[in-house]
């Protein structure tokens, strides 16, 4: 992300993020410039300390807006504890939007699940609706013509496979990833492309690494222009692609046995997310105990509206955010993109 916080980008987060209930009616934005700035920030929402591993987390309603390309070099000088301890108070709210998301989207899915097989008919924007899903998480389009009853048979198959997929990932798991596949935020491609989970692009599109091996191909790893773009794809990917069909497999068997969704046990399902395979397994299963991640599987989001923190890069960074933002509060623009927000997985 640019360190000017411009007019274009507020407009492209917002409507990029959406939200999974009704709009967000009061939102903060506040800028944060330095490791202990955020802790500060971090502790005056009595969100930083050591978990309690019996209470259930409630986790303050943050978004996160960038990774500011001096975090590597502004972490050097505090404890590595506490450079672990930022990143996934941060992280963690994070995948839990996106958790809610998938949430909202099945519970729209069984509704609408249950008025077609009732008899009712698609409606245009219903029937988009279905192949956006369809296109996203490579199911088989559901054949049909807005305005005429679904056949049921092959409406059931739609819904199951679609249910199957569009399913949550436990906070801890994906925090456990997404702190080894980026260095906890460190890492290049995160720095410069708010890449925190590692995944492949092909083609002219994404960051090219130092070492490419030229037997894969024309790989890159792929940026996004927000940290919450990359959990986003993050969920896209293990929930669709073929290569994480053991880690959905292993989700559904709990779901039927009325199972507790933990971390330690679908980690086992995503030997294929890495070249080191089983090896992978071990070293994310060791991340997610000895961090204690698996205590976030549980969270929940507290009572009070949405948050956004920007990253500056230094004290005169953050005045420079600070000052264009007030303007855009006081010209009406930050209500109005508020107002905008809508839901999407795309």
Known sequence: MPSKFNHASLLFLILALGTYSDCIRAQEF????????????????????????????????????????????????????????????????????????????????????????????????????????????????????????????????????ALYKLDVIPAGLAMGQAAYESGYGTSRFATQGNALFGQWAFGDVGIVPERQREELGNYRIAAFDWPFDSVRSYFINLNSHPAYEEFRQLRADLRRQGKHLDSQTLADGLSRYSELGQEYVETLKSIIRVNDLAAADKARFRDEPMSFIIGAEDEADERSVRAELEVMRETGELQEIVRQMQITLE
């Open 30 to 161: 506040i800028v944060l410039s330095s490791p202990e700035a955020a802790i500060e920030w971090l502790q005056s929402k009595d969100w930083w300390g050591n978990f309690d591993g019996v209470q259930e987390l409630g986790v303050p309603r943050v978004i996160a807006v960038t990774i500011p390309k001096t975090w590597p070099q502004d972490v050097q000088a505090v404890d590595v504890s506490i450079k672990k301890e930022i990143f996934y108070r941060f992280l963690l709210p994070l995948v839990m939007h996106a958790n809610a998301m998938v949430l909202d989207y099945r519970a729209q899915l069984t509704q609408l699940h249950a008025r077609l097989m009732a008899g009712e008919s698609v409606t245009s924007e219903e029937l988009t609706g279905l192949d956006e899903i369809s296109e996203l998480f490579r199911i088989d389009t559901l054949i049909a013509s807005p305005n005429q009853p679904v056949e049921k048979a092959e409406l059931s198959r739609f819904m199951d496979e």
